[in-house]
């Protein structure tokens, strides 16, 4: 969980899933979930509960659950107006991983190659200022832009620079709101100014080469490179007898190197969540 001194009611936005047998398919199912806006931990909570049996529902397709996600938070009891979630959500069967992604949260491949454990991106971010997100969303009106900080004045007026990350910008009960994501589940209002709903989905077939997944929240990748986690996995593996080194302890020493790294920069930790998954070669 994070830390806000200055909100001391502040409640976990993060979620996860793990299902190392949904539905009795033989499926491998994961899903990390990061909530953002006044309810984005009920929308979190809901998702978490729900995405399962959407996936079984979909015939286990991941874009199309992850779809079918977004349409049931429209008229479901949580007011999504200005509340949503980043998703990842990942699924293995027959060695084949496919991975649908809203937002930036990230998953990992763990790979070797040439002797070394490297890390290959599963997921891309949807930040609004990535080009095609941002041609996509400024191509049916939305408004892209960073706020910004008056530092002095000239002839031609004030001085400006930009501050904090780009935003896709809306008007929400009268008050201009910039979301710091081009893709989520919810933020219905956002959704009308250019946010999707709709998910990138990558496949990947596994070899004898694939070792694990990382799937976290941006409370680790806003402080931790993907190949700096990807070591500090590998290093707990390397660290443990044989091949019987244990995910969830893996995840755990990740998850506490970015509260530390955090804790480091700032007096506000970001809710942290972290998933590894082991892999074999079916």
């Not at 993060?14 to 909530?35: Q, S």
């Not at 976290?216 to 007898?241: K, L, M, P």
Request: proline share 5%; with cysteine.
């Amino acid at each position: 969980m994070g830390l806000k001194p200055n909100n001391p009611r502040w409640e976990n936005q993060d979620n996860y899933v793990m299902k190392e047998d949904l539905g009795g398919l033989g499926v491998r199912l994961f899903v990390v979930l990061d909530g953002h806006g006044e309810l984005g931990h009920l929308v979190s909570r809901r998702c978490s509960a729900k995405l399962p049996n959407l996936v079984v529902d979909s015939n286990l397709c991941v874009a199309r659950a992850t779809l079918r996600m977004a349409d049931d938070l429209r008229s479901c009891p949580v007011d999504c107006a200005s509340s949503g979630a980043t998703c990842v959500l990942t699924t293995i069967r027959d060695g084949k991983i496919s991975v649908a992604n809203l937002g930036d949260s990230k998953c990992v491949l763990a790979r070797l190659v040439n002797g070394q454990v490297c890390a290959v991106p599963l997921s891309h971010d949807h930040k609004p200022d990535r080009p095609d997100e941002r041609q996509r969303i400024l191509a049916i009106g939305g408004q892209v832009g960073s706020r910004h900080l008056v530092v002095g004045s000239n002839p031609s007026g004030p001085i400006r620079i930009p501050m904090g990350p780009a935003r896709v910008w809306y008007r929400c009960r009268g008050e201009i709101m910039g979301l710091a994501m081009s893709r989520s589940l919810g933020d219905d209002i956002a959704h009308q100014a250019g946010v999707s709903s709709e998910p990138e989905v990558k496949e990947h077939q596994i070899d004898a080469n694939d070792q694990f997944l990382i799937l976290a929240t941006d409370g680790v990748w806003d402080v931790t490179e993907i190949g700096q986690a990807v070591q500090i996995v590998q290093g707990y593996a390397s660290r443990c007898r044989g091949n019987s080194w244990d995910p969830q302890g893996a995840a755990s020493l990740l998850a506490h190197s970015a509260r530390k790294r955090w804790e480091g920069l700032s007096a506000v930790v970001d809710d942290i969540t972290a998933l590894v998954v082991r892999l074999t070669v079916p």
